[in-house]
């Protein structure tokens, strides 16, 4: 089944959220329940006007969703259409009237007014199916993506006229997204290559290749417009996650997020729909089996995995912010999860208006929880104003706790007197992240069995994570704390921790962070 991932559309494959550790008053909602029958192919969202569009598979059939609140949807009404709907995209025309459109197997695009309840316009887009659209609101065009005489091509409409404004261009893959200012599409490639393309120009920026992936998909672009997502998958290993900056076209990251197994020629596993949220801070990904994964982007942490569902996940759509997500599954369920209620549970103190103190935060962002984090990331986001200076007090400080300070604790772990290795223990956890290269050259240069398994006991308490360290954890959230700031002071914080900071992996975040 083709997967087509774009900004404001995901096509669609497989089932719904449910939980995992959630706390127990914040488990999904089921919206929506499976008839058994109805099938979905593909969905659409406007979070301005809490309307969610959705097509049935096989079916010449549109219905739409009014939420007047996330928990208690309305029918609003549906629509016989003359060919199977093969997808959906909200779009605003030049009177500022938001419309949706939807392609159909035979290749034509409809547009669609919910409010009269009727079909507005149609135009044949290509000469057969068509996979997928997209809609640039800054340059007024209707990106689609579809078949004619058995190859897939890209097209550019501009929905006034219903007259292509750029010439076909040859589309090998099966997934393209535009840029949040409309400036930039990206595009799959056989091969494992994405190619970034300059828009409406159509001129080729670069070309790579992630590897020796058999195939990328679900291309998306971030909300800032400089990293680009992909799913890269290869037969029989596992589906990632790749990261990719916009500026060098250089992968930064990478997440093992689900596995691929041969079942006797049926592939199990791998990605069916990829999203950012709309700040950024989150990713969500949704595969062939029953759960749909968010990652926190800055790090690449799991934060929650959410199983149960009847089937592949087709779709993942944020509605308006991060707290509210919407899931639909291939057979017609939709679930809705409140991250606002789950958040609620990690700090109590992160729903009271801040003081002075914004300690627990810094030390939130050093957790290993990545849920943890992202909440430490949004409370210096709303509280701007004291975060800045606070930051720039931790990371301007001098480095008075490292070389000198962290070898006598770790001397002293040795020492015979209980109360002083009691005292070095206790102070080297609070620094247990940055202490670790000392504690281990300690065990390299040899020390006597006690101090060994002291070491050895403090060294068990930091986690294990997947391609990162612990201590590059604080740093890479405060980078992006910064990059959301649009302040003079922000900047000049981000030019400090692109030269000073300890890791080229580091330093190169906070370049990326800069825009350089």
């Known amino acids: 089944m083709r997967c087509f991932c774009l900004l404001y559309v995901l096509v669609l494959c497989g089932g719904i959220v449910a939980t995992a550790w959630l706390p127990a008053n914040a488990q999904p909602i089921s919206v929506r329940k499976s008839d058994g029958k109805t099938l979905i192919q593909a969905a659409a969202i406007d979070s301005s006007r809490n309307i969610l569009v959705m097509a049935q598979m096989g079916k010449m059939q549109l219905s739409s969703w009014h939420f007047f609140d996330s928990k208690k949807p309305t029918a609003v009404y549906q629509w016989q259409t003359p060919d199977a709907v093969e997808c959906v995209v909200f779009a605003t025309a030049k009177n500022g009237e938001r419309v949706f459109l939807s392609g159909d197997s035979r290749g034509v695009v409809r547009l669609w007014d919910i409010h009269a309840r009727d079909q507005v316009d149609s135009f044949r887009a290509h000469r057969q199916q068509v996979l997928g659209l997209v809609f640039s609101q800054s340059a007024n065009i209707l990106v689609s993506l579809g078949i004619d005489d058995g190859k897939t091509k890209l097209r550019f409409w501009d929905l006034q006229t219903k007259k292509q404004t750029i010439p076909v261009r040859d589309a090998f893959g099966v997934s393209v997204a535009l840029s949040p200012n409309g400036k930039l599409m990206a595009l799959t490639l056989p091969g494992g290559k994405l190619e970034l393309v300059e828009f409406p120009a159509c001129k080729s920026v670069w070309t790579r290749s992630s590897g020796k ?15 680009v997502i992909t799913a890269e998958s290869s037969w029989g290993k596992t589906t990632n996650i790749c990261f990719w900056d916009v500026n060098s076209g250089s992968v930064t990251k990478k997440i093992a997020a689900y596995p691929i197994f041969d079942l006797g020629r049926r592939l199990v596993g791998g990605i069916c729909c990829l999203s950012y949220s709309p700040t950024g801070l989150l990713v969500a990904s949704a595969g062939k089996d029953d759960r749909v994964c968010f990652w926190e982007a800055a790090t690449g942490q799991k934060i929650t995995s959410v199983p149960g569902h009847q089937g592949p996940v087709n779709a993942i759509l944020f509605h308006g912010d991060d707290d509210k997500c919407f899931s639909i599954s291939h057979a017609g369920d939709v679930f809705f999860t409140d991250f606002a209620g789950i958040k609620k549970h990690v700090r109590p103190t992160a729903n009271r208006k801040p ?31 004291l975060a800045l200076p606070f930051l720039k007090s931790r990371l301007l400080v001098r480095k008075q706790k490292k070389g000198e300070w962290f070898s006598k604790n770790v001397n002293d772990l040795a020492n015979a007197n209980f109360g002083v290795r009691q005292k070095a223990a206790v102070e080297i956890e609070k620094q247990l992240y940055a202490a670790e290269p000392f504690l281990r050259q300690r065990l390299t240069n040899g020390t006597d069995l006690e101090t060994r398994r002291r070491i050895e006991n403090l060294l068990k308490k930091i986690p294990k994570l997947d391609g990162l360290r612990p201590a590059d954890l604080r740093p890479l959230r405060v980078i992006s704390i910064l990059e959301r700031i649009d ?24 370049k990326r962070a800069l825009g350089k």
């Open 213 to 227: 992936a058999a195939w990328l998909s679900n291309v998306n672009f971030a909300p800032n417009g400089r990293t």
């Open 355 to 385: 003081g002075t103190d914004l300690q627990p935060f810094w030390q939130d962002l050093h957790s290993s929880e990545a849920l943890r984090g992202v909440v430490a990331v949004e409370f210096f986001l709303q509280h701007s104003k």
């Open 487 to 510: 302040a003079a002071e922000s900047r000049e914080l981000l030019a400090w921790m692109a030269k000073n900071l300890e890791t080229e992996q580091l330093r190169s975040a906070a």
